[in-house]
Structure formats: structure tokens, C-alpha cells
Nanobody, 127 residues
Framework: VQLQASGGGLVQAGGSLRLSCTAS????????MAWFRQAPGKEREFVAA????????DYEDSVKGRFTITRDNHENTVYLQMDSLKPEDTAVYYC?????????????????????WGRGTQVTVSS
């Protein structure tokens, strides 16, 4: 499956952005979807995940209450609504997909288990 992320940009602190990640190819499978980010000089870190049905979500502590992950399985797209952005949210954001079976309607944040990765979209938050 190929993942295409979009929606990044430059925004002032306190502003909002919505990232999108559209999957193509192999979409007959079920996928747990997630967003990760990597800031300059730092390791990649988990941001948010959503189970294949959309019933379960998980967030990294620093984004809880500010970011919301959703998905539209008809459109094969996952979204990350980012509100109240802070300069420390500046990073390249990557979407990732983990193929799961029907009974695995849960989330995880283990990057090594994600089979497919998008190229990333830059988010820059100015102070």
C-alpha cells in the first residue's frame, strides 16, 4: 500500500492544521493507522493511532486534548486535526499503516510493527 500525506505548512502558535493521509493499493486489507513525527536532531516519536474500525484511538501525552485522529474508510484516508499548536510540535509528520486482521481492532505505538510509511509532511509552528 502507498501512503500520501498532505496538509502540512507554517502556522503561528495557537493555530490549527489538519493533516491527511490517503492510502492506495492493497486497500482491501484492514489497517491500523498512525501518525509519527520527527523533529530536527531528535528521534522519531509516536503521535497518535487509530484502529482499523476507528473505535479505538491513542495519543502521545503531549498532544492529548489538542490533536484528534479520525479516519474515513470509504475514502481510505486518515486525518490528524491539530489544534492549539505549539512550537515544539514542529516536525516532519509521517503516517504509517499496520496490516491487521478483523479481530485486531486495537491500537499500538510500536513503530517497528508498521509495514508502510508515507514520505512525510512538514509542520512548522512559529512562536
Amino acid at each position: 500500500v502507498q501512503l500520501q500525506a498532505s496538509g502540512g505548512g507554517l502556522v503561528q502558535a495557537g493555530g490549527s492544521l489538519r493533516l491527511s493521509c490517503t492510502a492506495s493499493g492493497g486497500t482491501s486489507s484492514r489497517y491500523l493507522m498512525a501518525w509519527f513525527r520527527q523533529a530536527p536532531g531528535k528521534e522519531r516519536e509516536f503521535v497518535a493511532a487509530i484502529s482499523w474500525s476507528g473505535r479505538s484511538t491513542d495519543y502521545e501525552d503531549s498532544v492529548k486534548g489538542r490533536f484528534t485522529i479520525t479516519r474515513d474508510n470509504h475514502e481510505n484516508t486518515v486525518y490528524l486535526q491539530m489544534d492549539s499548536l505549539k512550537p515544539e510540535d514542529t516536525a516532519v509528520y509521517y503516517c504509517a499503516a499496520d496490516a491487521v486482521d478483523y479481530s485486531s481492532d486495537y491500537t499500538h505505538n510500536l513503530d517497528f510493527r508498521f509495514d508502510f510509511w508515507g514520505r512525510g509532511t512538514q509542520v512548522t509552528v512559529s512562536s
